[in-house]
């Protein structure tokens, strides 16, 4: 199955960000292994589209490959040895 113009233009009509060749491969995989078959193959994509969609994360790049902004890089916490005995993993943790 060919992601087809009418069905770019009715993701975009729909606003499907999610990236439609890899949810095809997802679908077409999922569908494969199950041995499953549709009366309109179509309609099926469409209602994965949709799914895929509510299940993205909000900040998921977009079909047209449109640019998403990258969170800022977290600052690593400092993990050496504290000198009162507690453990590396914890350096903020008080000795009572």
């Known amino acids: 199955m060919d992601v087809t113009e009418a069905?770019?233009?009715?993701?975009?009509?729909?606003?499907?960000?999610?990236?439609?060749?890899?949810?095809?491969?997802?679908?077409?995989?999922?569908?494969?292994?199950?041995?499953?078959?549709f009366n309109d193959w179509?309609?099926?994509?469409?209602?994965?589209?949709?799914?895929?969609?509510?299940?993205?994360?909000?900040?998921?790049?977009?079909w047209d490959g449109q640019a998403v902004a990258v969170p800022a890089p977290v600052e690593e916490p400092?993990?050496?040895p504290n000198p009162n005995g507690w453990g590396q993993w914890w350096p903020e943790k008080v000795q009572p």
């Open 78 to 80: 400092d993990y050496t």
């Open 42 to 62: 179509n309609q099926a994509w469409r209602n994965w589209m949709l799914r895929a969609q509510d299940w993205a994360p909000k900040a998921s790049p977009g």
């Open 7 to 37: 069905l770019r233009s009715w993701a975009k009509d729909n606003h499907i960000t999610v990236n439609l060749e890899a949810e095809t491969a997802k679908f077409l995989s999922w569908h494969a292994a199950r041995g499953n078959t």
